[in-house]
């Protein structure tokens, strides 16, 4: 018997379903969920802003599970995804399907129950998204997936704030505008690196149809209506001066990284310093923004 038949043999383990979450990826829903949240109108009790958190971070990880479960044939062939539980052999696809379905459909009704409809609402649309709309129409078919896909990974902070509100209003929306638009140049900042991973998936990520050179060039475009998406709320009087001059200073960063991405001719992936250098600054700037979204807040309440 091979090893990676007795894999499939052992039950998989509570990691595994753990690591089907993704929860380094869920750190970042659950805290752009949760300043959603904390900036909006009205008052959520503790427990139930509690539970309003747990279910976006049980609404991300059935997204993540599905979406592993759909494209367990890809991360197989991916250096980066090959030693997730599916492909590695430790734990059977069935398995990933049941659980995905049971914690989407538990979260959105927790959701509901805890908090309001809409944002239940908001949630289970957030989830079929992810899944249906990004893992399964759009990825395997356009070099445009991860810009209209991206809209998946926008909702957390309208949900945080429809949970307390019950609505949706001009800042929520902002923010939603917000990562969206970040999405893309975070997303192909990394797509860069590991190109070959997706050239040998067969994944039409952006640089593998359009090339390192028209990926970067997009990069800096998407960076540019990001940045006023994070200055709106400011200079619409939606955010105070903290949080405006927050925005501008961790803009201009962005964009100056972005400037020396496309500046950069490298076609190998340790020559592509700068492409790190913005995706890694990315992550830091979502949380340094939403961060600061709150603090300017409270200075202000």
Request: proline share 6%; glycine share 8%; charged share 10%.
């Amino acid at each position: 018997m091979t090893t990676q038949t007795l894999s499939y043999s052992l039950p998989a383990e509570w990691r595994d379903f753990l690591a089907l979450t993704k929860p380094r990826v869920m750190t970042l829903v659950v805290f752009t969920g949760l300043c959603g949240l904390l900036v909006a109108p009205g008052h959520l009790h503790p427990v139930l802003g509690f539970t309003a958190i747990l279910c976006i971070a049980l609404g991300a990880g059935a997204a993540a599970a599905l979406n592993q479960w759909y494209e367990a044939d890809l991360d197989a062939v991916m250096k980066r995804t090959a030693s997730r539980p599916l492909p590695a052999g430790r734990m059977d696809r069935q398995s990933a399907l049941h659980f995905g379905v049971g914690l989407g459909v538990f979260s959105v009704v927790l959701m509901g129950v805890a908090t309001n409809w809409f944002a239940a609402a908001v949630l289970a649309a957030s989830i079929l998204f992810y899944v249906l709309v990004y893992t399964v129409w759009l990825k395997r078919r356009t070099p445009q997936n991860i810009v209209i896909g991206g809209a998946a990974g926008a909702f957390p902070p309208l949900i945080g704030w429809a949970a307390v509100t019950g609505d949706a209003s001009t800042l929520p929306l902002l923010l939603f505008a917000l990562i969206f638009l970040w999405t893309p140049p975070h997303f192909w900042a990394l797509s860069l690196f590991v190109r070959s991973d997706y050239a040998k998936a067969g994944v039409p990520m952006l640089p593998v149809v359009a090339g390192a050179r028209a990926t970067r060039a997009q990069i800096l475009l998407y960076t540019v209506p990001m940045a006023a998406a994070a200055v709106a709320p400011w200079a619409l009087g939606l955010a105070g001066l903290l949080y405006g001059i927050a925005a501008g200073a961790l803009s201009l960063l962005f964009l100056g990284l972005a400037v020396q991405v496309f500046a950069n001719q490298a076609t190998e992936p340790a020559q592509m310093k700068p492409e790190k250098r913005l995706f890694a600054f990315s992550i830091l700037y979502l949380f340094a923004l939403f961060g600061a979204l709150v603090v300017d807040h409270w200075v202000a309440a």
